[in-house]
């Protein structure tokens, strides 16, 4: 069955530490992902897609198929990133998103 | 308010009444979604509609009945809900596969 599991519910860092918000997926076949991002009192957003290999506000994603991986990174963390991080896989043909639970990130002055 | 729209932002009712939630896009997407987000649990898809057919129902009990009238509008009526339905709605919509969703702020449902 296709999964998304984000390991950590929480993740609590200084300005300015790297940061590192795990995803790990469950699907056999070539999966679509994507990273959105819920700041407080604003909607869902879509925040990166693997297949567009972009870095958007510093975040960067990469697809590790043999990991079955695509961690959220950013080097140096700010204020501003604090808010909830999920992950979604897409299975094609189906267009269809399967999110994760979401990990919050706490970041401090 | 642009993107996608939906209404009521907020919503109590009784398990007795029936209520309908409205999710509305003019960004041209071609397929509209339901999801339900409950406390610790992940975002559940409920419907899909691509181009107004419906063309999944995942698993969700026939008291959530959704209706799509047109490409730009997406409904879900509701009737004789359980408490346990009590949750934040969220509508999405997408132009094509692999562009990513762009969601609604969501209805926070609540049924006592």
């Known amino acids: 069955a296709q999964r998304v599991t984000q390991p950590e519910k929480l993740l609590s860092v200084f300005k300015g530490a790297p940061v590192e918000l795990k995803c790990n997926y469950s699907?056999?076949?070539?999966?679509?992902l994507f990273w959105y991002v819920q700041y407080s009192r604003q909607r869902l957003q879509l925040l990166l897609r693997h297949i567009s290999r972009e870095s958007i506000k510093g975040f960067t994603a990469d697809l590790n198929k043999g990991e079955t991986s695509f961690h959220l990174k950013k080097p140096f963390a700010q204020e501003e990133d604090s808010a909830m991080y999920y992950c979604a896989l897409n299975t094609p043909p189906t267009d269809k998103l399967i999110f994760g639970t979401g990990t919050r990130l706490q970041v401090f002055p | 308010e642009t993107g996608v729209t939906q209404t009521p932002r907020h919503l109590v009712m009784g398990m007795t009444n029936k209520k309908s939630l409205k999710c509305e896009q003019h960004l041209g997407h071609n397929a509209m979604y339901w999801y339900k987000q409950s406390a610790k649990k992940p975002l559940e898809l409920m419907f899909v509609y691509s181009l107004e057919e419906r063309v999944e129902n995942n698993s969700v009990p026939s008291r959530f009945s959704p209706e799509c009238p047109n490409s730009s509008h997406l409904f879900l009526h509701l009737h004789t809900l359980q408490p346990e339905d009590s949750a934040l709605y969220l509508c999405a919509s997408t132009p094509s596969r692999g562009y990513g969703y762009t969601f609604g702020s969501g209805t926070r449902l609540t049924v006592v």
């Open positions: 699907y056999s076949g070539s999966p679509e």
